[in-house]
């Protein structure tokens, strides 16, 4: 399995923009897709976006859509989330997460593709 570090998270005005960071370890980091989800107070965790293990391809949920941008760099074995124009919805735990996957462009969006999860970074978006 891989181990992950997230971070990044923050407090941060409605309109404002905060970059989340994940760290991986352990097993080649080029052998996942990775995501991230969150999780609001009361809310089951949802899917937010994700990169397949090339970083060619990606999927958005749509309420993020235009305003948050996932990358990775195989070479350090991080994931980013660029977050911009957050809004107070946007508000939640902020998890990554890894996927095994055999396909280069394979982009993987639910819950029950993911293997590793890291430990959550807040991300408070005062309105």
């Known amino acids: 399995q891989v181990q992950l570090v997230a971070s990044g998270g923050g407090l941060v005005q409605a309109g404002g923009s905060l970059r989340l960071s994940c760290a991986a370890s352990?097993?080649?980091?080029?052998?996942?897709?990775m995501g991230w989800f969150r999780q609001a107070p009361g809310n089951e965790r949802v899917f937010v976006a994700a990169i397949s293990r090339s970083g060619i391809s990606t999927d958005y949920a749509d309420s993020v859509k235009g305003r948050f941008t996932i990358s990775r760099d195989n070479a350090k074995n991080m994931v980013y989330l660029q977050m911009n124009s957050l809004k107070s919805e946007d508000t939640a735990v902020y998890y990554c997460a890894a996927a095994v996957s055999p396909h280069l462009l394979r982009v993987p969006t639910a819950n029950r593709d993911f293997t590793s999860w890291g430990q959550g970074t807040q991300v408070t978006v005062s309105s």
């Open positions: 352990g097993r080649p980091f080029s052998t996942y897709a």
